[in-house]
């Protein structure tokens, strides 16, 4: 069998699976195995459209830099925070990494209407006001998806716990520059949502020159790691940033 044909077969078998166990189970547990259950079915729908999708199939080869699974990233990205949050749901992972691409990354949004490399804008100068339209589009299409991943942890419930799984995690979204056409170190932008730490949040702080360690460094503290310094010891004067 094709490999898309092997997992389909794969989440068939746990879905019958889960049907045996749910006849065994209390009306909570059932309702979380309800919940995975129609997950599971949506993969795989999503996997069958992939296989069978016109959109996959290339008769000539790609334009250089831009991968084949390129018009497909809003997808792929919608399949993979579907199993992020199944497996949370589940337990069988408690941290995440998400990342939608690497820093030069020649992501080009069509999606959007925008042809360009994502990398190739961030080089453009700010006088380009054509590029920074271009960009604000692109960094507000990754912000919804922050959001739909915020909101589908918000509707789903805390196994065996109050309120939902947004409430007990916090959500680090973050760049690696504060801006792309300088390389700039300073003045990068980290957005927290979520609960999970008790960090107050909906509001803006601006801190001047300090060094991402001492947020890094509040956020191990608050999983109870009693860490002193993160990284370079250097960076790290003044200790844990005050989130609470």
């Known amino acids: 069998m094709k490999e898309g044909e092997s997992m389909v077969s794969v989440l068939d078998g746990l879905r019958d699976e889960l049907t045996t166990i749910s006849r065994a189970v209390d009306a909570k547990d059932r309702g979380l195995l309800d919940q995975h259950t129609t997950a599971l079915r949506e993969l795989e729908r999503n996997m069958k459209e992939q296989q069978t999708s016109g959109a996959l199939l290339v008769p ?71 590029s920074l339209e271009k960009l604000t589009k692109i960094n507000t299409w990754f912000a919804e998806q922050i959001a739909f991943l915020a909101k589908r ?67 191990a503290q608050s999983f109870g790691h009693p860490m002193k310094t993160f990284g370079n010891p250097s960076l790290c004067a003044g200790g844990a940033l005050k989130l609470g």
Do not use: Y
């Open 60 to 130: 000539t080869a790609p334009e250089v830099g831009v991968m084949m699974e390129n018009d497909n990233i809003p997808l792929i990205t919608k399949m993979q925070t579907e199993l992020l949050i199944s497996a949370f749901q589940n337990d069988l992972a408690r941290v995440s990494t998400f990342q939608f691409s690497n820093s030069v990354g020649g992501i080009r949004m069509k999606w959007l209407g925008i042809e360009e490399g994502h990398h190739s804008l961030s080089h453009d100068p700010d006088l380009n006001t054509g």
């Open 153 to 219: 942890l918000q509707e789903t419930p805390e196994p065996n716990g109050g309120g939902s799984m947004l409430d007990h995690t916090t959500i680090v979204w973050t760049n690696e520059l504060g801006k792309g056409n300088s390389h700039a170190l300073e003045d990068i932008p980290w957005v927290l949502i979520g609960g999970g730490l008790g960090f107050t949040t909906g509001r803006a702080l601006k801190f001047k020159k300090e060094p991402h360690n001492r947020l890094l460094m509040a956020i």
